[in-house]
């Protein structure tokens, strides 16, 4: 049954329970039957907490009711006229809405009262940091309706705050997207123009068409990218896995690097153990490679150096890539791994980037059950570790829509920051 169909049933269940408990209450006289029925329902088995004892044939109602809202993983209460909760499932207790046999949050309290005056209604309820037990900020999903006419309301809660999460990264997803191709495509068009206005100057129209020229690579260069993305969240079967020689990868990707680096005067200094082998896709490790040096290039100034390095340790490859750069601000650091982040974005144009190329590196770290971590402080450089298994590995759930947390590309422990710089120190 799906989760809209387990909420309908659990309503219902819990109406019978409310109208039941209501009549109860409100009864000034109870007849022998009645009490012999709440006598047996009184000795019957306890629930525990997070699970119900499941009721055998011809148990009451109530324990239906009570089997059926324990199982859900949506929150449920029902509360009186009187605000007081008559019935709370083990979810919303979880939650934390409920606190003796009263619900907690002031406006969930607002909604039953709406829905007393306005009859039933589903609302997102957007829950600040600090409301709930969890100290972050939830929305819930409420559905509420009103179970008889004595003030009886019932409320489900769903927490949809991962959902809210994923449709704001489409938004921005697509929003980025435009305005990233907008962006060469405008250039060219106007280029073109230049072009034809210039038609009887051979100098203008040569410095037109390699003005030209470079916002084509540079869209090429984003599509490509875009598509390469797609790929590594899913959109087309992982392709196989061979064992690859880490240090061949880096060598391959210093050669493609070093003109560059030499037109900056940058020096590329390569160190580490001779002979480590991952299973990985190859052109998948090489693009991560190449994107980290390519990275590391741009945002470093002139005669400067680059190192790069990898090791074992504890069971995986790290390769390792140092810059003596700008750095990263310490606001920067949680969000550099999200698609079309920038921390600077007039130099980042200036040197055709796109703004994919860490996300990608982040994507195909995951895919191989890695990771890829950052060190920077502002005018003390960079340092990416990419660390991959030496074993084949089960990766980590990478959806189309999953971007890093702010926590998930935090600097690595004292004691990894410490063996990464003593891996560089000769820079």
Same mark, same amino acid.
Request: aromatic share 4%.
């Given at each position: ?164 999460? +994923?449709? &704001? =990264? %489409?938004?921005?997803?697509? #929003?980025? $997207? @435009?305005?990233? *191709? ?95 082998? +991952?299973? &990985? =896709? %190859?052109?998948?490790?090489? #693009?991560? $490679? @190449?994107?980290? *040096? ?134």
């Amino acid at each position: 049954m799906s989760g809209i169909g387990w909420i309908v049933l659990a309503v219902a269940a819990i109406g019978a329970f409310a109208i039941g408990f209501v009549a109860a209450r409100l009864s000034a006289r109870t007849s022998p039957g009645e009490k012999s029925v709440r006598d047996r329902s009184a000795s019957a088995p306890r629930k525990t907490q997070g699970s119900a004892t499941r009721p055998a044939s011809g148990t009451s109602g109530l324990a239906l009711a009570d089997e059926l809202v324990t199982v859900m993983d949506s929150a449920a209460i029902v509360i009186d006229s009187g605000d007081q909760v008559l019935l709370a499932n083990p979810r919303a207790i979880e939650m934390g809405l409920v606190r003796e046999r009263r619900i907690v949050v002031r406006a969930l309290l607002e909604i039953s009262r709406d829905v007393r005056r306005d009859g039933a209604m589903t609302i997102d309820l957007r829950l600040p940091a600090g409301t709930l037990p969890t100290n972050r900020e939830v929305i819930v999903n409420v559905q509420g309706d009103s179970l008889d006419r004595s003030g009886v309301v019932a409320l489900v809660m769903h927490d949809v705050t991962e959902a809210h999460r +994923v449709e &704001a =990264v %489409r938004r921005d997803f697509v #929003a980025n $997207v @435009s305005h990233e *191709l907008k962006t060469p495509v405008g250039a060219i068009s106007l280029l073109g123009e230049a072009i034809e206005d210039a038609s009887g100057d051979a100098d203008a129209v040569r410095r037109f068409a390699a003005s030209m020229q470079r916002e084509s690579k540079r869209l090429a260069t984003l599509v490509a990218e875009l598509i390469e993305l797609s790929r590594l969240q899913g959109a087309e079967p992982a392709p196989p896995q061979t064992n690859v020689d880490v240090a061949e990868i880096i060598t391959e990707c210093v050669d493609g690097i070093r003109a560059a680096a030499s037109a900056k005067n940058i020096t590329i200094v390569k160190a580490g153990e001779a002979t480590v082998s +991952v299973p &990985a =896709v %190859r052109a998948q490790l090489h #693009a991560a $490679v @190449s994107n980290l *040096l390519t990275n590391a290039i741009s945002y470093s100034p002139n005669d400067t150096k680059v190192g790069v390095t990898h090791r074992v340790l504890d069971g995986y490859a790290e390769i390792v890539v140092k810059d003596q750069g700008i750095g990263i601000a310490a606001r920067d650091i949680g969000r550099i791994f999200e698609r079309f982040y920038r921390v600077d974005p007039a130099r980042s144009r200036s040197t055709g980037g796109t703004g994919l190329g860490l996300a990608i590196v982040k994507h195909i770290a995951t895919n191989h059950g890695g990771s890829v971590d950052v060190w920077s402080s502002e005018g003390d450089g960079s340092t990416f570790t990419l660390r991959l298994p030496l074993e084949p590995a089960i990766p980590a759930d990478g959806g189309p829509d999953e971007e890093p947390h702010a926590d998930a590309h935090q600097p690595g422990s004292r004691a990894g920051r410490a063996a990464t710089r003593a891996s560089l120190e000769y820079l």
